[in-house]
T-cell receptor, first 118, second 109 residues
Framework: GAVVSQHPSWVICKSGTSVKIECRSL??????MFWYRQFPKQSLMLMAT?????????EQGVEKDKFLINHASLTLSTLTVTSAHPEDSSFYIC??????????????FGAGTRLSVL | GEDVEQSLFLSVREGDSSVINCTYT??????LYWYKQEPGAGLQLLTY?????DMKQDQRLTVLLNKKDKHLSLRIADTQTGDSAIYFC?????????FGKGTTLSVSS
């Protein structure tokens, strides 16, 4: 149980285009999902917290107009990197927290999406 | 300093025990976590410990928590080559998890 699917796993795009990444909880409902960014050999940096049916909460320094987050259902959150540039190239990872699991804050992670912007 | 700190590398021989150490700064943390990341993959939750516990054991994994010193460790008994990965310690900060930079465990046969 507790499987999180992230798609696509790898995407290459041209500078200036937009890329959408999907994060789905397959066997549980997630009122809260999280989006992280990971640079090579670095830790995960939280970008934003996505709550179902409401606006995402962005961490300081993360441009909300650049990284659009939508959490339209209890099993799906999407991250759209708008007008991507080479500096946006990174490994993006989502996680989902099961409903009712807020106290333990156990997050299940997707396999990540490697974004390469040419 | 950083909220969560870990040593960056650990090298062990197959069959030995591995001990990965972590220190954190937030004394109000309720839970602390250990995650494993294999190359090119997401994070897999290994185990977590409630802050009022000193120790938690789960098969080959033993977590020790010294709340006074804000020190957390993960011991892997009988380490196997399949245990080679990056191990992240994580602390809570509100609803978010704060991760250390990860310890790369290398297991040689």
């Amino acid at each position: 149980g507790a499987v999180v699917s992230q798609h696509p796993s790898w995407v290459i795009c041209k500078s200036g285009t937009s890329v959408k990444i999907e994060c789905r909880s397959l066997d549980f409902q997630a009122t809260t999902m999280f989006w992280y960014r990971q640079f090579p050999k670095q830790s995960l940096m939280l970008m934003a917290t996505s709550n179902e049916g409401s606006k995402a909460t962005y961490e300081q320094g993360v441009e909300k107009d650049k990284f659009l987050i939508n959490h339209a259902s209890l099993t799906l959150s999407t991250l759209t990197v708008t007008s991507a540039h080479p500096e946006d190239s990174s490994f993006y990872i989502c996680s989902a927290r099961e409903m009712g699991a807020r106290a333990k804050n156990i997050q299940y992670f997707g396999a990540g999406t490697r974004l390469s912007v040419l | 300093g950083e909220d969560v700190e870990q040593s960056l590398f650990l090298s062990v021989r197959e069959g030995d025990s591995s001990v990965i150490n972590c220190t954190y700064t937030d004394s109000s943390s309720t839970y602390l976590y250990w995650y494993k990341q294999e190359p090119g993959a997401g994070l897999q939750l290994l185990t977590y410990i409630f802050s009022n516990m000193d120790m938690k054991q789960d098969q080959r994994l033993t977590v020790l928590l010294n709340k006074k010193d804000k020190h957390l460790s993960l011991r892997i008994a009988d380490t196997q080559t399949g245990d080679s990965a990056i191990y992240f310690c994580a602390d809570q900060k509100g609803t978010a998890l704060i991760f250390g930079k990860g310890t790369t465990l290398s297991v040689s046969s």
